[in-house]
């Protein structure tokens, strides 16, 4: 990275977004401002899995063991890069049980899945889960959120009829679409396929194979090729973003499996009565919480859009005769649900103005005597260099309809 370009590790400590601690390698502390922008983030997936469909689950962290020998993930995921304990309770007779604390949620989801028989007429069955993960990286290779051991993915499982896969993956793929670009990022498609450590047969492949690149044609999307990449359970369509500093990032992903409704023995009753297995699509618009959130920190240099700033407004008055009239425009902007901070400190306006542009603060007012007698506030906007003056509420309502567009540009 280039010298005058900050690490998000620099920006997390700046802003007091996160830290990480010898105390829990590979496993970030969240801070208050943090937290903020975490629960932003979670809030705009729920909306939009909500709107197309999908029910929140969730599971537990640690199960055991033999869950994952089962979905084959002990086997080839490799119990090396998973949490296990042993553990021996009255109720295993005191012997000692393998538990492992989950690196994916899939398993688990079929827990729920199987917890009563269901029916085609439940089909698509879009289950969501924002699960914590474990995964046992090596210490060489945890790098602050890029590469964690404990994450947090927006996940959803989808059980489908096999006739509607086509139309289920092609919703998914719009979805990350319209996510990403809301974004502003520039973003790619890779087809990966069929590794060489793989469960299930090779007719089993070819059907998924095909079946991803029929939903790719039909949404029109060009996609590039990762061969070989594929998850060991089934072939997958990797969406592949570029930052603002050129580098390039695998997030999305969205997942064809044949693989653990077998293992699973999953069947649903179709429309005569039968029992029929259903496929299961794995996906993630995220991926990791942590890791998009770094690459966003370092995308957007911690300038973040107005919908994620932990701070969106600073007011700071000139003086101290100016502080009751400071404290009225806070209250209104706190009450129209504006995240807003009060500088009141001794130290020089220029000082406080400066303190609020190095943390990056969408928008500063500032209020002095002629505002006070205007009956308005001086606004200094991130990123510019014109001061303009506005009334309270024109301003709360232009901002207002930023926040809820999630507008990656400020007003
Ligand atoms: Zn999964």
Partial sequence: ????????????????????????????????????????????????????????????????????KQSGHWEKFGEHNMYNLQLSDEENDNQAVSYSLKPMNCPESTVIYRFRPRSYKELPLRLAEIGRLHRREKSGEVNGLLRVRQLTMDDAHIYVAEEQIFEEIGNILYMMMTFYENFGFEYEFRLATRPEKRAGTDQMWDKAENA????????????????????????????????????????????????????????????DGQKQQPVMIHRAIFGSFERFLGILM???????????????????????????????VFNQLKEANIRVELDDRSETMQARVRDAELQKVPYI????EKEEKDHNISIRTRGQKEIRQDETESFVEQIRKNIEKRSTKLV
């Fill in 365 to 368: 007012i500032v209020v002095g």
């Fill in 298 to 328: 370092e995308h957007f240099q911690g300038a973040f859009p107005l919908w994620l700033s932990p701070v969106q407004t600073m007011v700071i008055p000139i003086t101290d005769k100016n502080i009751d009239y400071a404290n009225q």
């Fill in 212 to 271: 991803l690149k029929e939903a790719l044609i039909r949404k029109g999307i060009q996609a590039g090729d990762k061969l070989g990449d594929g998850a060991f359970y089934g072939p997958k369509i990797d969406l592949h973003i570029k930052d603002s500093q050129g580098r390039e990032w695998q997030l999305a992903t969205v997942q064809l499996d044949f693989h653990q409704p077998e293992a699973f023995k999953l069947e649903y009753i179709d429309g």
């Fill in 1 to 68: 990275m280039s010298n005058n370009l900050k690490d998000h590790r620099q920006i997390g400590q700046e802003q007091e977004i996160f830290f990480t601690n010898d105390i829990a390698p590979g496993a970030p502390f969240w801070l208050p401002r943090g937290m903020i922008i975490f629960k932003e983030l979670e809030k705009y997936i729920r909306e939009l899995t909500e709107k197309a469909g999908y029910q929140e689950t969730s599971t537990p962290i640690m199960v055991k063991s033999e869950l994952f």
